[in-house]
C-alpha cells in the first residue's frame, strides 16, 4: 500500500468514524487528544517540529529497525515525550482538530514534494527522510486508530 495516499485518502474519513465521547482500548487520550498527539507527530515529518535525539546513542540502530520494519507497536507503548496526563487540548471540538491534521497532512505532503530529501529528526529513532517518516507515521497511525477500535485496512 502507498502510505502516502493513505494519509491523503483514507486517514481522515477513519478518524472521522471516532465519537468524539469514545475511550480507547488503553492509555489516557481521548478520541481529540489522539488527533492532536498524531498532529504533531505528522508536523516533526516535515520540520515545523524540530526535535533532537533522546535515544541513547548505542540504541538508535535497534530502535530505528524497530521503527522501520513491520511489527506494531503495542498497546500501552510508552512515549517518554508525553505525561501520564493527557496534553491540555487545542481545539474546541473533535471536528476543528481534524481539520487541523488534515491541513498539516496537506503540509507535509506538500513540503516534500518540494524538498525531495529532505530529512528530519524523529527524538526516538534518529533522521528520516520521507519514506521512512510515512512508514512511522503509518504504524502510528494504525496503532492509535485500532486504540479507538477503527479497522485501519484499506479496500481496495
Known amino acids: 500500500m ?6 491523503t485518502q483514507h486517514y481522515i474519513a477513519k478518524l472521522k468514524q471516532i465519537h ?5 482500548e488503553w ?7 489522539m488527533v492532536e498527539h498524531m498532529t504533531n507527530s505528522i508536523g516533526e ?48 471540538t473533535l471536528a476543528e482538530a481534524i481539520r487541523e491534521i488534515e491541513t498539516e497532512i496537506g503540509n507535509m505532503v506538500h513540503y516534500h514534494r518540494r524538498n525531495p530529501g529532505a530529512t528530519f529528526m524523529n527524538p526516538f529513532f534518529g533522521e528520516f527522510n520521507y519514506e521512512e517518516w510515512l512508514h512511522l507515521l503509518h504504524k502510528h497511525a494504525v496503532h492509535h486508530l485500532r486504540q479507538f477500535r ?7
Do not use: C, Y
Open 2 to 7: 502507498n502510505k502516502e495516499s493513505f494519509f
Open 45 to 92: 515529518a516535515w520540520g515545523r517540529i524540530p526535535r533532537t535525539l533522546i535515544s541513547p546513542a548505542d540504541q538508535v540502530q535497534r530502535f530505528r529497525e524497530f521503527a522501520l520494519s513491520d511489527k506494531e507497536f503495542k498497546p500501552n507503548t510508552k512515549n517518554v515525550l508525553m505525561s501520564e496526563e493527557p496534553a491540555p487540548l487545542r481545539h474546541a
Open 27 to 33: 492509555g489516557v487520550l481521548s478520541p481529540q487528544g
Open 20 to 24: 468524539e465521547a469514545e475511550t480507547g
Open 150 to 156: 477503527i479497522d485501519p485496512s484499506v479496500q481496495a
